[in-house]
């Protein structure tokens, strides 16, 4: 349970202590770092001024002082606008007005030796911070500090899959921290310290039990538990993170044997309005539901002949007099399909499910999609509902935890993947119209808005297993703040704080990062078809292992081609749901992307694709390419003995050794399995162990 | 946990409270069933007497008298040969003289008005009454009693896989009824109707834990657990049968602590000593230990550079001053075989490591040796090693819980693939060389010999799961202690023990049980391939589920052709491990059977059978026939409503209905896979779900 390694992997990016030698402060700013000024200590900045002091001891081995007085010549000044215009006159109202509030700015203002961190809000005076303290441990020049920022989103949150036994669905690193044997548990240290992580990258909400609520969870509303929810409700709140529960939509009928949980009754109805009044006496922040509802089997309005707009609102209503929120997932489909029936597409259903529903949801209602139609594959197209939905709340869904990516036993940075999905043109209203525009809100004016994802973290010392899978959950967060960001800027701020300053370590772990997505899509399944996965536990190759199942999840190869045909002149019609060009763009194997050919359509093995190359020969020498380069891995990994502690060393480098071995066992599969069924050999020879 | 049935259903062959009307008993012998007489009653002729009475009230509605003297004109007698001797001169001494130590003969002495019943032993009292019951529920003529019979096997012995959680490895029938939560069950009542259901059928040994034995399992040899160990062998001894234990050959580790487990080290001899004369102390007839040894990830004596010999003879001389056995499992192989490796065939591994041990194995050891040489596939041909050791004890394995042939949710009725077996001549000394004959010590004169069989037994109310899957628990019994009987017969045995006498109900149950094999054949893995099954639990169809696995068990299908050489001319070379003529037979596509081709043989889909089909019109034909067959089996049954109880009809009529359905799920399975590879439509154009 739990690996134990070095502190440094414990504290992850914010392991201030090990960068002595790394940080050079000039003077006259050196100077400011003797003294902390704070106008106004609310929990939130009493944590942000922890934080500054337990960086600054750390890189700079002295602790400043603090005050709330500017006694001192030099300093650092901190607190929210307004706080701070009782003390000094260095903010202008045009400068204030910039901000959001959540926002900051922070500047340098020399001729008074001052360094300003202000927020519109106390969160913003925290997320200031530990943006100054990043800049701090890049060395940036102090003397120039000169910005604003705003989140992107309103909302950025956590998704935690975990049980109350402990377990953690599609969890890799561990089991929970939250709980054990269905109770909560006892290292409320623990819980801070992830508070910490995720409030440095901005993370402003989590979500603390899986979505597929079973019958302990479904009693964490009740009065039973709302006192230790409470409890991690306060440690959340100090650093600006607001709570939320995954609730079970049955909860009336399991929790007090009401005989409906129809969403229209009265009775249940008043039942979640008393729920609601009952969690916000304990918590009056709560922030509100996150819903699975009719999907794989949970409970949902469905059974009652009502839709999920029903569903939904009836929660919103319930919520609405204290600001909560429904987060309800779009994640819906036929898990019980009949692999025989070829007229339904998995990939279809998000879609037709909630589009014909858009306008009919309260404000305080978002539907939560995932990035794909099907089901966090290393590759899909973006999910069509987004920008479909022009009158509703739409939140963007990832995936952190690498479920289907190689479990944190292979090194898989997504922050390139989700780079991709936030910067898709939708076109749902004109060019331009992009995701990250969507989710934010600003394309359609709706209120509400965000990113979610589902966190990767588990009690292991490391908190995500492999080390370097770390920088998925930094980079998710900084994403959701600002997902312009290149995935170079935040690869280089998650090496930096990490690894420290060292050039050739900088390089060689971003590159790491940067190509490891590529090559992990290279050994496993080609072209965007998905799936070719051991069923249930989704580790390790099988091209069958979902083909004849009741999943929806097929690739249809036969001896001469492979693909789904979800065309709307031969196929499914599901390029339908996108609207121009992208329609059109997808409904030509001509003009439709190579990396998503096999997901859209139905080819040849003989098919050429725009690189010039077969379809089957680029199976080949992806899958000799990618297996290559995770054993290049090691050797670059390797380059780093010596320049990192040992113990983070031998820890990546084993499983990079276990990545490269298991890649070999994919492209080996992969290849023999083609090979097998379509009789065309390699055209460079090389060994395929066909029969 | 258990389903809750009938009565019968739980009483299964042995019902004969539910017999009334069936039975006709004409006179003079009507008077012999009033008054029993026991010439010495033992434990073991007590449960003989008990089962008498019972039987008789049940069918006959009255409570016979049970007498030591004879004072009654009329009457049963039933006794040894040697305690009848003081009673009467019924037995002539030549007739004593055919009887082995477990035979028995009945004989009807009309003169005197007595129906007579003798066992050599004690235990041959117990068949012999067992044998009458049934002859009685058969309306067998009884004046004509005049029979002798022996066991033609010494050794008749159940395998229970059942672990001290109280799971059953391989069990679909319930959890077990012997262990639960690490502890021995309580319900003594469930263990002593089991035995009797064991004895009825001549099985005179029992392992009772899983040969996976694991940590809590491994303590059964020790003080804590001997005395309820002494109790469950005292409920089984009272009706004839001895108690195994499975053992951990690192016992001596984990138990004691001693570094070693080393089968030459004289501490390890000396504890192993130790710990037989203490199981002795508990249980003076114990039976012996079972073992597997250095398989799948067990201990054995490989570690310390030890073989198989050294491990069983010291275990063997542990227990020789007891008379006891050591049981040691041949199923051996590399569990840990990359399936790119093409120079390893599993197949051979059995015969490879203990052919060349012939002759090393003391004369208390039994090498127990599974029927096939993979492991309980639907068809395989006959192991090698039968006949292959001539100094050496052998005993049969089979598998009566359905693991890979239909997990008691489809009718499997194994009785004629035994047959099969125990017929199949290996030509070891001559022609007529069968497994039976060797199996039984008989071909090579060797003091041991027998029939093991892994239980399909738990605490579901009807024992088995499917009810209809007791036959094979009682034709497993009957054969081994007379594999010459047929099919046919043991089939009727059973169908008029459970379901009476109704010419059209045994008809109908007689016909479904024995084409059952043969149907479940038809619609899974064609032609000997096997192993197409989802892994792990091994049920439902999954034509690539070991295909690409560390099991060594691949049916090499690429887009031309299927199957698995293992001639000697260009494969594995697998057929030199049988005799002649059998391995010349198997050596070539043209004289080995159809029904194993794909087992030897890789052959292109046009491959013409002898049918005069080719393997791919086969594989059609016998997947839509299969299926076709299952349905009909719903058919049939249903021509029962109404002649048996609701309950069982109801039962059995469920279960058929999940099999046809299934079946369907196979057929589909299986032709898509292979129409998608071969590109070969169906020469009747039947629906195949191809992409």
């Known amino acids: 349970m739990g690996e134990r390694g070095s502190g440094r992997a414990y504290e992850a990016w914010l392991s201030y202590s090990q960068r002595g030698g790394d940080v050079q402060i000039p003077n006259p700013y050196r100077q400011c770092f003797e003294h902390i000024v704070v106008a106004e200590e609310t929990d939130i900045v009493h ?15 002295h602790m400043p002082t603090v005050t709330s007085v500017l006694d001192t010549p030099c300093a650092i000044v901190l607190g929210t606008t307004e706080s701070l215009s009782k003390l000094g006159g260095w903010i202008q109202d045009e400068e204030a007005g910039k901000l959001t509030d959540e926002g900051y700015l922070m500047k340098t203002v020399e001729t008074e030796g001052k360094l300003i961190i202000a927020g519109r809000s106390d969160r913003g005076v925290l997320y200031g911070t530990f943006h100054f303290i990043r800049r701090l441990c890049m060395n940036e020049d102090l003397s120039r500090l000169n910005m604003v920022e705003n989140p992107a989103n309103e909302l950025r949150m956590i998704n935690q899959w975990d049980n109350m036994d402990g377990s953690i669905e599609r969890g890799y ?99 979640w309005k008393r729920r609601a009044a009952e969690i916000y006496a304990h918590i009056p922040d709560f922030g509100g539901f996150l819903v699975k509802a009719d999907s794989e089997h ?11 707009a029903d569903g939904a609102n009836m929660l919103a209503e319930a919520l609405e007099p204290y600001g909560g929120l429904v987060i309800w997932r779009c994640f819906v489909y036929n898990c019980m399909q009949d692999w025989r029936d070829r007229s339904t597409d998995r990939a279809k259903a998000a879609f037709d499910h909630f589009q014909p529903l858009d306008g009919r949801f309260h404000s305080n209602v978002m539907l939560q999609v995932k990035n794909g139609p099907m089901d966090f594959q290393v590759r899909e197209p973006v999910s069509p509902l987004f920008g479909a939905l ?24 997504l922050i390139p993947q989700w780079k991709e999905v936030l910067a898709f043109d939708t076109y749902a209203r004109w060019k331009g119209s992009t995701v990250d525009q969507i989710v934010s809100g600003k394309l359609f004016g709706r209120p509400h808005g965000g990113i979610a994802a589902v966190s990767n973290i588990g009690n292991d010392e ?38 420290g300053e060292d050039t050739e370590t900088r390089s060689i772990i971003s590159c790491l990062l940067l190509q490891s997505w590529r090559t992990y899509e290279d050994y496993t399944a080609p072209l965007g078809v998905g799936w070719m996965v051991n069923p249930d536990h989704h580790y390790g190759p099988n091209v069958d292992g979902y083909e004849y199942s009741r999943w929806g999840t097929y690739h249809f190869a036969d001896r001469d081609g492979i693909g789904v045909d979800r065309t709307v002149k031969t196929g499914t ?17 001509e003009s439709c992307p190579d990396e998503l050919l096999l997901f859209f359509h139905h080819v040849p093995y003989t098919h050429p694709l725009k690189s010039g190359k077969t379809v089957i020969q680029h199976i080949y020498d992806t899958h000799f390419e990618g297996a290559e380069k995770a054993e290049q891995m090691i050797s670059e990994w390797t380059k780093l ?51």
């Not at 960086?55 to 700079?60: D, R």
């Open 298 to 308: 949970r409970p949902g309005p469905f059974t009652y002949g009502r839709d999920h």
């Open 573 to 589: 019609g599901y390029t339908a749901q996108y609207y121009e060009p992208n329609a059109s763009m997808y409904e030509s194997p």
């Open 462 to 499: 490391n908190w995500t297993g492999h080390l370097l899978a770390q920088a998925n959950l930094f980079g998710f967060g900084r994403l959701a703040w600002d997902p312009r960001l290149s995935s170079e800027q935040i690869t280089d701020e998650w090496v930096r704080m990490t690894f």
């Open 173 to 271: 690193a561990g089991r929970s921290i939250f709980y054990d044997q269905n109770r909560f548990t006892a290292d409320e240290q623990r819980i801070r310290d992830y508070a910490r992580l995720l409030a440095s990258t901005s993370i402003n909400a989590i979500a603390i039990n899986n979505v597929n609520v079973h019958e302990r969870e479904t009693k964490l509303i009740t009065a039973e538990d709302l006192p230790d929810v409470a409890r991690l409700a306060g440690i959340f709140r100090d650093y600006g993170i607001r709570l939320f529960l995954s609730i079970n939509f049955a909860s009336p009928i399991q929790l007090d044997g009401i005989d409906t949980a129809d969403p229209l009754d009265p009775r249940v109805r008043e039942w």
């Open 641 to 691: 003995k010596g320049k990192i502690d040992h113990d983070r060393f031998e820890h990546v480098l084993k499983r990079l050794i276990e990545q490269a071995d298991h890649a070999k066992e994919w492209r080996d599969i992969i290849n023999a399995y083609f090979y097998r069924k379509s009789g065309i050999p390699d055209r460079k020879g090389r060994t395929i162990y066909s029969f």
């Open 47 to 61: 944590s942000a001024v922890e934080e500054l002091k337990h960086a600054i001891s750390g890189i700079l081995g």
């Open 390 to 413: 022009k009158k509703t709340n739409e939140v963007l869904e990832l995936q952190i935890t690498q479920e289907y990516t190689g479990q944190q036993r292979h090194l898989c940075y």
